[in-house]
């Protein structure tokens, strides 16, 4: 079974610049999530989608964050402009719909930005 | 609200001691915890997970985590670590039970060095 796909590995842009990253999930995973890993720090999710719906965006920057979910397979998080402290490895994961016992989620292996 | 501490660091052993890395949590109504591993350049890799039942829970490459609802832990533990255990460790909870969308809560992570 083939897991989660994520797009760049790595990306270094300059401050202010734009910039997007790809995700595809596990076949059949309905709920996709979107974290971001800060160096020495555990996850945050940023946003989770359940199909192409959008269940919590509470801690996504959405004044240069943004994020969809068309068609309710593959996803893209974008960020305009770019600050310094978006630096950060950004991680998509997967899972079956939240409920008793299925809601493992399965990572990706990442996009390491570089914001300079 | 929902948390999580690794109160270690770094976790040392020498290869063919047993291992264990230390997780407590905080959080309303009943548990959902889980274990994930992070080697370099890498995403998160799930090893196991406690959603109801047994408190001895058993995961991928011999890993194994007791939960304990007094003193509201699950750590993690290896009888015999190996140096390719050497990786960072991350503990995460979520409120338990169907139908919501709570957020995973991870920790910060404890890095465990193995050494020959």
């Known amino acids: 079974e083939a897991g989660v796909a994520q797009s760049p590995r790595y990306k270094i842009i300059e401050k202010r610049q734009s910039v997007a990253f790809w995700c595809n999930p596990i076949s059949g995973h309905a709920t996709l999530y979107w974290y971001q890993q800060i160096l020495g720090q555990g996850p945050k999710l940023l946003i989770q989608?359940?199909?192409?719906?959008?269940?919590?965006d509470s801690q996504l920057p959405k004044d240069r964050f943004s994020a969809e979910r068309l068609k309710g397979v593959d996803s893209t998080l974008k960020i305009q402009p770019a600050k310094l402290e978006d630096s950060a490895v950004y991680l998509c994961a997967s899972s079956l719909e939240p409920g008793q016992g299925l809601e493992t989620q399965y990572f990706g292996p990442g996009t390491r930005l570089l914001v300079l | 609200a929902q948390s999580v501490a690794q109160p270690e660091d770094q976790v040392n052993v020498a290869e063919g001691n047993p291992l264990t890395v230390k997780c407590t949590y905080s959080?309303?109504?009943?548990?959902?915890l889980f274990w994930y591993v992070q080697y370099p350049n890498r995403g998160l890799q799930f090893l196991l997970k406690?959603?109801?039942?047994?408190?001895l829970v058993k995961g991928s490459y011999g890993f194994e985590a007791e939960f304990n609802k007094s003193q509201t832990s699950f750590h993690l533990k290896k009888p015999s670590a190996l140096v390719s255990d050497s990786a960072l460790y991350f503990c995460?909870?979520?409120?338990?039970?169907?139908?919501?969308?709570?957020?995973?809560?991870f920790g910060a992570g404890t890095r465990l060095a193995v050494h020959p």
């Open positions: 989608f359940q199909n192409n719906g959008v269940v919590d």
């Open positions: 406690y959603i109801t039942g047994d408190n």
């Open positions: 959080v309303s109504g009943n548990p959902y």
């Open positions: 995460a909870v979520r409120r338990g039970g169907s139908g919501g969308y709570n957020k995973l809560i």
